[in-house]
């Protein structure tokens, strides 16, 4: 990411977090020095780091999604009359407990995140996990995606597209 050239010299600030210094400010603004060229940070991290670590996480968490709707399915039982038999299944079942440990790594890294940079970015910008999740579920639980379904994926992504962007 650059800065471009009308905004030499801008930083973004938030009281989301502490940044190293411990101020209660976190800063989403040009490198040090103000260069032109500067590269973007997200509070202490660099762009490419806050990327790999958020669009890595958004992977987790959607294949954790695919865990557990298999793991569902398998423990569906339409002859069992108790619910009780059902959560037993449930909590046995490799798949849900895979899905559940991928959620929670999704969210642990979710938090580290949101202590980096704005709340207001790092949210909004999971709405990628949409496209992710629709292709991921076409291909391993082959459920049918239909057109509409893509083009309000596809606005949802243009979307948070527009809102990534707004603060610069």
């Not at 992977?59 to 557990?68: A, K, N, P, S, T």
Request: proline content about 5%; aromatic content about 12%; some cysteine.
């Amino acid at each position: 990411f650059r800065f471009p050239n009308r905004l030499a010299g801008t930083c973004l600030q938030t009281d989301a977090g502490r940044n190293a210094s411990g101020d209660g400010l976190l800063q989403l603004c040009r490198g040090s020095g103000f260069r032109e060229g500067s590269s973007l940070t997200f509070g202490t991290l660099p762009a490419t780091t806050f990327l790999f670590v958020f669009f890595f996480a958004l992977l987790l968490e959607d294949v954790g999604f695919i865990l557990l709707s298999r793991g569902m399915k398998e423990t569906a039982d339409p002859n069992s009359s108790g619910q009780g038999g059902r959560l037993n299944r449930i909590l046995k079942n490799p798949r849900v407990l895979g899905g559940v440990f991928l959620q929670a790594i999704y969210y642990v890294l979710l938090l580290s995140l949101i202590q980096k940079a704005p709340v207001s970015l790092v949210v909004p910008m999971t709405g990628f996990g949409y496209v992710l999740t629709a292709f991921l579920a076409r291909i391993f639980l082959a459920e049918p995606v239909s057109p509409g379904r893509w083009a309000g994926i596809f606005l949802i992504t243009v979307g948070v597209i527009f809102i990534s962007r707004a603060g610069q």
